[in-house]
């Protein structure tokens, strides 16, 4: 009868032992769980379908070329192959380009000015964010004091001074131009540096941004530099 007994307070014990166990490694579940709140959530949503819009846009832009290349082709190679290099030069920021945009400029802060502090010039990291945010917003074309920015550009300090293309940047002020697709994408931008935190990541460093309206006919540079294709290699049509 004892023995009965004690098999039975045995298993009880072992299935309340379980459910500890069990509600345990429940409860410490949650440091795997998302524990962002709803209007992060929320943000990386917008972004995710920026980014997909923006991937529907490139690859209609590829069809279309891809459609006018089969036509012009078929009528005239030799001008089907020139309006091919000359998008392309475009695209690599090779020639000037004039289209929607905005121009930002970096001056040192009135404050700053008028307490005496020193004024230096603005950081690699700084400078990096900025671009960032711009390039978020569809900024697609960007120089930085006449520097016009590339896809091998190099934003970095050089002997303790910032440079663009191994080009020192001046001392504040200087300016920015940014050229959208759009006059709504160039809006857009305009709207989000207005209402974002690099405006105070710069007053940190005693500069302030002034964005201007956008503008229908902005004018940037061509990149003035010769671009290194030393890694570059031809392929073979099979």
């Known amino acids: 009868m004892k023995k009965r007994i004690l ?8 299935v309340i032992g379980l459910m500890t166990a069990m509600q345990y490694n429940t409860i410490n579940e949650p440091d795997a769980r998302d524990t962002r709140d709803v209007w992060e959530v929320r943000q990386e949503l917008s972004r995710e379908k920026q980014l997909h ?20 082709t078929n009528a005239s190679p030799e001008q089907a192959l020139r ?26 802060s009135m404050e700053a000015v008028a307490l005496g502090f020193e004024i230096e010039g603005i950081s ?10 711009i390039n978020r917003y569809n900024g697609l074309y960007v120089s930085i004091d006449n520097k016009r ?20 940047v001046e001392m504040p002020p200087f300016s920015i131009k940014i050229i959208s697709e759009s ?7 305009y709207n989000h540096l207005l209402s974002s935190r690099i405006l105070d990541d710069f007053y940190i460093d005693n500069l302030t941004l002034t964005v201007s309206a ?20 031809s392929t073979e049509e099979e």
């Open 83 to 108: 309006e091919t290099a000359g998008e392309l030069r475009n695209a690599a920021g090779l020639t000037e380009t004039t289209g929607p945009g905005i121009e930002i400029l970096v001056e040192p």
């Open 124 to 133: 690699p990291d700084l400078l990096i964010r900025l671009v960032n945010e």
């Open 214 to 233: 956008p503008k229908k006919d902005l004018i940037i540079e061509a990149y003035d530099e010769v671009i290194d294709t030393k890694y570059l290699q």
């Open 183 to 189: 006059m709504e994408d160039s809006e857009k931008l």
């Open 7 to 14: 098999t039975r307070f045995t298993v009880i014990m072992f």
């Open 149 to 168: 920015i590339i896809n091998t550009t190099a934003i970095r300090d050089i002997n303790g001074q910032t440079t663009v293309n191994a080009k020192p």
């Open 53 to 72: 819009s923006q991937l529907l846009s490139e690859i209609s832009t590829l069809d279309e070329t891809l459609n006018k290349y089969d036509v012009d």
